[in-house]
């Protein structure tokens, strides 16, 4: 009956060889694991990224929409189409400035009015990559009644 401890049991040389191979076996799934996992993660968070910026857009599109929307039954009130789209934007978890927003229109019935908001996104990969931010910017036209 073979024994674990190494003392008590002598083994052939064949032995010796397929227990260190198995030995460096094991080294090497743990280095291929560590390899693969953090390109794993990058990839995770490149993913997560990819869906922030979806949403902000999404958000941005629909802030622009709501103060083009307002703007075309009150053309004359700026500073309340550009309110409506900022409180758009904050109510889906992003914060504009009024600066942020821009309108065009020249007030007459039948003319387009035109509401664009743009924003400024920080990625996660950012730090990692060193990847510059992104300018991201929406645009909505409706016809003043």
Known sequence: MA???????KRTSGERVRMAAKRRTCGQSLVEFALS??????????IFDLGRVFHSYIVITNAAREGAYYGAMHPEDHAGIIARAIAEAQNSGISLGSGQVTVSSSGESGTPMEVGVQFGFSLLTTYLLGAQNMQLQSWARMVIY
């Open 37 to 46: 996992l953090s390109l794993l993660l990058l990839i995770l968070m490149a």
């Open 3 to 9: 024994t674990r401890c190494a003392a008590r049991v």
